[in-house]
């Protein structure tokens, strides 16, 4: 009896696979498109959380994004569920989202930092002693070139 029990125990361990592929749908998103449609989600739900300039959280961005891709929420779970079925196309699908994130990050920070530096620029005073030593790191690098080449350019101070 109780090696019933164990050959019992083992085939029903064995046949509990999670190996479920779903069937390709007929309006299926294109992984292309479901790339820039997660990342697209994924900025619009992490949005959710901060407060609009009339201290509000009220926006639904979700709606938008399928807005813009002309899909409805349907359409994107049929999607979903297929690449998600398929494990390792959905984790580079994933990694490709999140460069697309990294990227935009990055471009988004260079942008404020230049709109911070336009903005502090006439704010602040320029420092004299870093643009002195810039002169004269420049006289430097004319007066070597000057003895090299044996036609200088004048400098007027």
């Known amino acids: 009896m109780k090696h019933f029990f164990y050959i019992a125990i083992l085939l029903f361990l064995v046949s509990c696979t999670s190996n479920t592929i779903y069937k390709k749908p007929k309006n299926l998103v294109s992984k292309d498109s479901m790339i820039a449609l997660l990342t697209d989600m994924y900025i619009a739900s992490s949005a959710k959380n901060v407060k609009n300039k009339f201290l509000k959280r009220e926006k639904n ?3 938008l994004v ?7 929420s349907t359409r994107f779970d049929v999607s979903n569920d297929y690449y998600t079925s398929k494990i390792e196309e959905y984790t580079d699908m994933l990694k490709k989202v999140q460069h ?5 990050q990055k471009v988004f920070t260079e942008q404020r930092l230049i709109k911070d530096s336009l903005n ?3 704010n602040k005073k320029p420092n004299k002693k870093l643009s002195s030593k810039l002169v004269d790191k420049n006289q430097k690098l004319l007066n070597n070139k000057k003895k090299e080449d044996g036609k200088g350019v004048k400098i007027k101070e």
């Open 61 to 63: 961005y979700m709606a």
């Open 66 to 72: 399928y807005e813009k891709y002309k899909i409805d």
């Open 100 to 104: 697309n994130i990294d990227s935009l």
């Open 120 to 122: 502090n620029k006439t």
